[in-house]
């Protein structure tokens, strides 16, 4: 479960200060999926970064099942990322030149497990994802769609506790986006996984169990669906 109390985060540029964050307070209980919109500029990126212990912010404290990322040592801090937080970066981060297997294998790297451990559960991974005929397919040969399921395969094959996802159906054509969608809507429903995902996509908004609205580095607005499918 996260919990964010006045999380501020400024940047220098050219200058001056960039408030990209401006007092976000903020839950996602355990199991919940939150889905962040705004416009391109709101900060959905930055929480996303700030959520995940890449950054810390300026100011407020950044609670991850009642730890202050914000106040970690970065060494405590790496072993969270690699250990419960699973990340699909804008654009999906897959390494061209790699198969999908291999990319979503690398993912495992750091944990201590042996080779063939770490390729079937790839293969499995990347089975639960419908992608168990392209296994073998570098990741620059795949679609767009493909390729973002490949990112989702990634971030969850070592089974976090926390999922992130930077805009995971950004430049998809429709059929692929409303795929992406619908698979994120089914981990949501499957995994008890801590989720919040950034998005301008209505395919996603739509199915969205909570919704923050973000606007100018704040939550802007907060709704709950009960009808989605997912819960939450
Ligand atoms: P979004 O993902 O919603 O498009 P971002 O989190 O990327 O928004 O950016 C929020 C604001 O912070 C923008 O004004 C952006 O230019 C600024 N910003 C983000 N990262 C940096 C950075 N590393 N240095 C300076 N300004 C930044
Ligand atoms: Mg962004």
């Known amino acids: 479960m996260y919990h964010l109390t006045g999380v501020t985060k400024c940047y220098r540029s050219g200058g001056g200060v960039v408030r990209a964050l401006d007092g976000i307070g903020l839950c996602v209980e355990d199991g919940g999926a939150l889905v962040v919109q705004g416009a391109a500029g709101s900060g959905k990126s930055t929480l996303l970064r700030i959520l995940g212990g890449l950054e810390r912010p300026t100011r407020g404290s950044v609670e991850l099942d009642g730890t202050d990322l914000a106040t970690l040592t970065e060494c405590r801090l790496a072993r969270i990322r690699t250990e419960s937080i699973g990340t699909v970066p804008s654009g ?3 390494t061209p030149g790699f198969t999908a297997r291999q990319n979503v294998a690398g993912a495992l790297l ?6 063939a451990d770490r390729w079937e559960l790839a293969g499995e991974a990347l089975r639960e994802v419908g992608m168990d005929k392209q296994l073998d397919v570098a990741a620059e040969e795949l679609a767009a769609g493909a390729r973002q399921r490949v990112a989702l395969a990634r971030a969850l094959v070592k089974r976090p506790t926390v999922l992130l996802a930077d805009r995971p159906t950004a430049g998809l054509d429709a059929a ?3 795929e992406i969608a619908e698979l994120f809507v089914r981990v949501w429903g499957e995994r008890r996984l801590t989720c919040v995902v950034a998005t ?3 395919a996603l908004v739509g ?3 909570r919704l923050a609205t973000l606007s100018e580095g704040r939550v802007a607005a907060m709704a709950r669906y009960p009808s989605a499918a997912a819960g939450g």
């Open 92 to 94: 999906g981060g897959l």
């Open 110 to 115: 750091p944990l201590r497990l042996r080779p």
């Open 176 to 178: 692929a986006r409303a």
């Open 200 to 202: 301008e996509d209505a």
């Open 207 to 209: 199915r969205a169990p």
